[in-house]
């Protein structure tokens, strides 16, 4: 069974820090997806990670893949309000079920001014 | 172009009643989802459809029906509300891509439906 876990769940920065959150998963994969959630409003796609070294940036966000350490990381660079949402990491399972995604809890970001 | 549109938005049952959460796409997705958010809980997996006519259990199907009659319409039925169904429910709809597309396991996300059951 695939299980995916983010740290932090819950991050409270200030505007113009950088900050890393993590995203761990279980089993082999070589799709790993990055969401962002404003509260009360629905899940936008951010980046999709597809091999091993894998990076992708948007803005001050950076994604990178790391399949060998079943690993990815979103950097946060100088972090502004605007970026203050949740951000969810989701994995598909690599072979025949790699149309199902398994999501991690999620990690709270707070950007303070 | 509407994507994927869920309806009710919101909704509060009585313990034991039942209803019927619709999920409409017009991208022409193969795939359809139904999710639940629960605090802490991240979003999980009710039941799945990869086409017409076809669905499939999830993570967390107990409690749940579904239907895909149509390729555009995914139905979650709640036959006997039960507070533990309290949640925000989300649909999804994914493409069937072949090949090294980037899009390929891109799931696009309705709104939401808030649903409270007393």
């Known amino acids: 069974e695939l299980k995916v876990e983010q740290n932090p769940l819950f991050l409270s920065m200030q505007e113009g820090k950088n900050y890393t959150i993590y995203c761990n998963y279980s089993?082999?994969?070589?799709?790993l997806y990055w969401y962002r959630q404003d509260p009360g409003k629905s899940l936008e796609s951010l980046f999709v990670l597809l091999s091993n070294g894998a990076v992708k940036q948007e803005g001050r966000l950076m994604a990178s893949l790391d399949t060998k350490a079943r690993l990815s990381t979103l950097h946060i660079t100088a972090a502004v309000h605007d970026l203050s949402a949740t951000y969810f990491c989701a994995v598909a399972e690599s072979g025949g079920s790699n149309y199902k995604l398994t999501f991690g809890k999620g990690t709270l970001l707070t950007v303070n001014p | 172009n509407a994507g994927v549109t869920q309806t009710p938005k919101f909704r509060v049952l009585k313990t034991g009643q039942s209803m019927t959460l619709l999920c409409a796409q017009d991208?022409?997705?193969?795939?359809m989802y139904w999710y639940r958010q629960d605090p802490g809980m991240g979003l999980r997996l009710i039941h799945y459809?990869?086409?017409?006519?076809?669905?499939a259990k999830g993570e967390v199907p107990d409690g749940y029906n579904v239907s895909r009659l149509k390729k555009q319409n995914f139905l979650l039925g709640l036959e006997s509300a039960a507070p533990s169904q309290t949640s925000v429910y989300f649909c999804?709809?994914?493409?069937?891509?072949?090949?090294?597309?980037?899009?390929?396991?891109?799931?696009?996300f309705g709104a939401g439906t808030r649903l409270s059951v007393l």
């Open positions: 991208m022409n997705h193969e795939y």
């Open positions: 459809s990869v086409g017409e006519g076809t669905t």
């Open positions: 999804a709809s994914k493409p069937q891509l072949t090949g090294t597309s980037e899009a390929k396991n891109i799931q696009y």
């Open positions: 089993t082999t994969s070589d799709r």
